[in-house]
Each structure stands twice: as structure tokens, then as C-alpha cells.
């Protein structure tokens, strides 16, 4: 594929995206699979150089003696040939990165907008290879890759528009002597860890602030989507100064490696990671020795509560748009479905009858309503899951398999009558397995959606004035009131409890990257 995706870099001819079908597909379909990808990739500049596979750091694309192999979740077909960097590459990155740091702190903040507001446009400008490519290394459909490249994107145009915000404060007449300001200044060189399941919006939401506030970053990615970060630095290039965006995939073996070099280096002052609780847990102990900044955006169990007086339609259509989009492997997806014992055999009814219309597909399908899952053992934990509701007292409405033939694939399923202490209710499944349970008074349901550990998102379907009274007596951060999409550029993301530290997006977001300065200026003859 490689070796086509370099003819392509010249030809860039137009590859039609919708006429194969990888659930048994043709050679010849598969090969327009394979061609839209490679095509993307050399528009997009991510190809070895010299037969090696690339890396950034320092601004010098720079490449590695040992490889892992890109797949694509759909097929299992390999993509493309990634540099395994290690600690070495980490330790050189992290150097490059605090090389940059003096004269990027420095930098005006307009000239840092500006550059992001540049990148910002790349990214648009690129929309239609970027999306394909997360396609193709994640399994997501075309039409939510597309979607998520205007978010990533979002992420950028707002903390440009951050940058030259960032002010500090002067209290006035505190002592007639004197005068006590504050100024805020960017903590230093920021470390990355990103997830697979929103490859480009999750490298952007960390990276966009840190670099306005003046801190250069290192960036590791998902070992599953190094592809898209790949692109992402490339279409900064020329754009940022070099050291100001470093990127360094590694394989499986090599991320706890990698990981541990970002989190005990006393050069890396702050540290942002999405993923899972456990991961999580692991960096924020071995961050103690440096006592360094940390975000934590971590595991989710959503509970979606649907009232006696919600709209059916509004409700359903909330649930789909959480529960569905990507498979069901958000963070902030609804998990556990808590349903009025009045309400709940119209809900499951519209419900499953809309999440078994979902055509199952590879993600460059036309129609696709649903790709793979990451990889099989996502599949396997779907399975499990369903078959211990099952034996717990729960019945299957519909979908509950794993399709015949390749990929990751499993069927939207919906499983009513869920026991309150099965797996399925207990655990975040990260699949497309809605578990639902019927209550019978608010207090109830308060009470069920607000046991575990688990704080990151919740949602609420009812008469505004209902819905509102107990949203607010739901512990999470992120509450959706008769909506299921509820991720926004401009507003804090993140959770409660075991779900995280931190807030992502809207104008905290910068905050995670900056120090406040306390200058007490004596002396003053007044």
C-alpha cells in the first residue's frame, strides 16, 4: 500500500469512497479501500521517508530502527508501518521540546494565536484526507470522522482566540506603599497521552491550549491511530516553531516505557491523558515524584435517565446519538438506561427498533451507520457482557452477536430488564450494548445513576422543569438535558469522582497550562 500511496502522492487522482463493502468484500473493493487511504496519507504527507517510518521532534521529521504495523479494525488489513520510538526518542523529544520553551513563553500572544489560526486552516483545508484516514485506522464511519475533524478543528480557532486573553489582575489600594499584581506565565514543557476513539479532537484539545499559553508539547498517541497524529504535525509544519510540536507513536510494548520517561521527568511540568481509570490511577501515582500539573479524563459510566413526562421522540433521539456514535466507544456515551416503569416499554420498543435499522460496515461505506469495534477484544467484552445480563435475568430485544466474517464488528444491541448488579449496569462496556432497567420515582433514579465510581457524563429526558431539578442533583460533570450530544469547544469537559481531573475546552481549558505570578512591588513613594 505504501508503494501505491507514493504513485498517489503524484497522481492524487479521485478514489470513489463508497463502492466497497469489507464485510465480504471483493479483491477489487478492497482495493479502493486500501487506494482512498493511501491516496489520503500521501495528500496528507505520512509516508516513510527513505523506506523508514517517520516521527516529529525538534521540528525534523526523523524516523526509527524498529516499526509497528497500522490496521485497520474493519479488515485487519495492515495500513501502514509506524516508528516505535522508546525512551530514547522520548527523552530527545522532551529536550527538543524545552529548547523551544524560552522563546515560545516569549512569544508574543498574538503571534501564537496567529500560528494556531494558520494550523486551524490546514486542518479545515485537509478535512476530507484526515477524515478518511481516522476511517480507516479506528473504524469510525466517514460522517463522523468528518465530524470530528470540525471539532478538532474547533478546539484549535478557540484557544487561538484564548491566547491573547490570558491577563492577570492588580489589586488596587491594598497598602499605600506598595502595589500586588499577578501575571500568568505558561508552566513549561506539556506531555500528551491521547486515546484511539477520537484521534484527532483528543490531540487538539490538549494541544491547542498548551500551545497558546506557550508551552511546546510532546504528544504520545494511541498506538492504534498514530497516523492521524502524524498528519495533524505535519500540517503544521512551517506553521510552529520547530520543538513547539513533538510527536513520538510507540507499539503497545513500548508505551508504559515511553509513559514513565514523560511522567518522571522534572522537565515536563504538566501531563494530560485520556483514557482508562486504571492507566490513569498508574499516571497520577508515578507523577507524585515531580509534583507535576496533571489532567486526568478518564472512564465513564453513563446513566441516562428517561422521566415519565419525556418526550419519546426527543428521548430516543437522544439515545442514539449517545449510545450509537462511534459504536458506543465514547467516554461520555450513555451506558445505563433508567427508565420510567410507565414510559419503558414504548422506550425500548423505539429504541430498538431504531438502533437495529443501524447498517453495520466498513466506515468508508456509503450508509454505514455503525464500523467495527477497536479490536476483538472489544467484541469479546460486548459478548460477555450480554451473556451475563442474559443469566442475571435480562432479555435481549435486539442484536447481542458478533457478526460472521473479518473485523471487529458487534450488532447494536439493547438488553432490557438489566440487574442492577450485573457487569453490564456495573461496568463501562465501551461497546454498542445499551442495558436498560425500569424505575419508579425520581428518588430512585437519582440514586441508581449516582452509585460507582464513575462521574464523567450524564443525561436527563423530561419536561424542562423536571429535567432540570434532577439533573442538578446528578453527580457529574457533564450533564445533557433532553440532548445526546453534548461535547462543545467552548465548555468544560471533564468529570467527577474516579472519572478525572481537570477541565478541557471553553476557557478553562488554558488554565491546565498556565501559573499564576504573584509580584509584590514595595517601595512606592505615594
Request: glycine share 10%; net charge negative.
Amino acid at each position: 500500500m505504501v508503494v501505491f500511496a507514493q504513485a498517489l502522492l503524484i497522481a492524487r487522482s479521485a478514489v470513489p469512497r463508497a463502492k466497497h463493502t469489507l464485510r465480504a468484500a471483493s479483491s477489487g473493493r478492497q482495493l479502493c479501500a486500501d487506494a482512498a487511504t493511501a491516496e489520503s496519507l500521501a495528500v496528507l504527507g505520512v509516508l516513510p521517508m527513505n523506506g523508514a517510518a517517520p516521527y516529529v521532534a525538534g521540528g525534523r521529521w526523523r524516523s526509527t530502527p524498529n516499526t509497528f504495523a497500522v490496521t485497520d479494525p474493519a479488515t485487519d488489513d495492515v495500513l501502514a508501518q509506524v516508528a516505535d520510538c522508546g525512551p530514547q526518542e522520548a527523552e530527545a523529544a522532551i529536550q527538543d521540546a524545552q529548547n523551544a520553551f524560552e522563546s515560545w513563553a516569549r512569544t508574543p500572544a498574538r503571534t501564537r494565536s496567529d500560528a494556531l489560526r494558520a494550523w486551524h486552516d490546514a486542518i479545515l483545508a485537509h478535512a476530507e484526507p484526515l477524515a478518511t484516514v481516522a476511517t480507516a485506522e479506528c473504524g469510525k464511519p466517514l460522517a463522523e470522522a468528518r465530524a470530528e475533524v470540525a471539532y478538532a478543528a474547533s478546539f484549535v480557532e478557540w484557544f487561538a482566540e484564548e491566547a491573547p486573553r490570558v491577563a492577570g489582575e492588580v489589586k488596587s489600594n491594598v497598602a499605600q506603599d506598595r502595589r500586588l499584581l499577578t501575571v500568568r506565565q505558561p508552566v513549561g514543557v506539556a506531555a500528551a497521552i491521547t486515546p484511539w476513539n477520537f484521534p484527532l479532537a483528543m490531540i487538539t484539545r490538549k494541544v491547542a491550549p498548551a500551545i497558546a499559553a506557550g508551552c511546546p508539547v510532546v504528544v504520545k498517541p494511541s498506538e492504534y491511530t498514530p497516523l492521524t497524529a502524524l498528519a495533524l504535525a505535519r500540517l503544521a509544519d512551517g506553521l510552529l516553531p520547530p520543538g513547539v510540536l513533538n510527536v513520538i507513536p510507540a507499539s503497545r510494548q513500548n508505551a508504559q516505557p515511553v509513559g514513565e520517561v514523560l511522567c518522571d521527568s522534572d522537565v515536563v511540568r504538566a501531563l494530560s491523558f485520556t483514557g482508562s481509570t486504571a492507566v490513569g490511577k498508574w499516571l497520577y501515582s508515578r507523577c507524585a515524584s515531580t509534583v507535576k500539573k496533571l489532567g486526568l479524563e478518564l472512564g465513564g459510566n453513563a446513566p441516562m435517565i428517561v422521566l415519565k413526562s419525556a418526550d419519546l421522540d426527543t428521548a430516543v433521539r437522544a439515545a442514539m446519538a449517545s449510545k450509537y456514535r462511534y459504536g458506543g466507544q465514547t467516554c461520555v456515551c450513555a451506558d445505563r438506561f433508567l427508565v420510567h416503569e410507565a414510559v419503558v416499554d414504548a422506550f425500548v420498543e423505539r429504541l430498538a427498533a431504531e438502533a437495529s435499522a443501524l447498517k453495520l460496515g466498513h466506515g468508508l461505506d456509503a450508509g454505514t451507520g455503525i464500523g467495527p469495534l477497536i479490536d476483538e477484544a472489544a467484541t469479546f467484552k460486548c459478548q460477555e457482557r450480554v451473556k451475563g445480563a442474559v443469566r442475571a435475568g435480562g432479555r435481549v430485544v435486539c442484536g447481542g452477536n458478533k457478526p460472521p466474517g473479518p473485523g471487529s464488528f458487534f450488532e447494536p444491541t439493547v438488553v432490557r430488564d438489566v440487574a442492577i448488579d450485573s457487569e453490564l449496569w456495573q461496568l463501562e462496556t465501551f461497546g454498542p450494548v445499551a442495558g436498560v432497567a425500569a424505575f419508579s420515582d425520581d428518588a430512585e433514579a437519582v440514586r441508581l445513576a449516582n452509585e460507582g465510581p464513575a462521574g464523567l457524563a450524564a443525561y436527563v429526558c423530561g419536561e424542562l422543569g423536571h429535567a432540570w431539578a434532577v439533573a442538578e442533583r446528578l453527580d457529574f460533570g457533564i450533564v445533557g438535558v433532553n440532548e445526546g450530544a453534548v461535547s462543545h469547544a467552548a465548555m468544560p469537559f471533564g468529570g467527577t469522582k474516579e472519572s478525572g481531573l481537570g477541565r478541557e475546552g471553553g476557557n478553562h481549558g488554558i488554565d491546565e497550562y498556565l501559573e499564576d505570578k504573584y509580584l509584590c512591588l514595595g517601595g512606592l513613594d505615594m
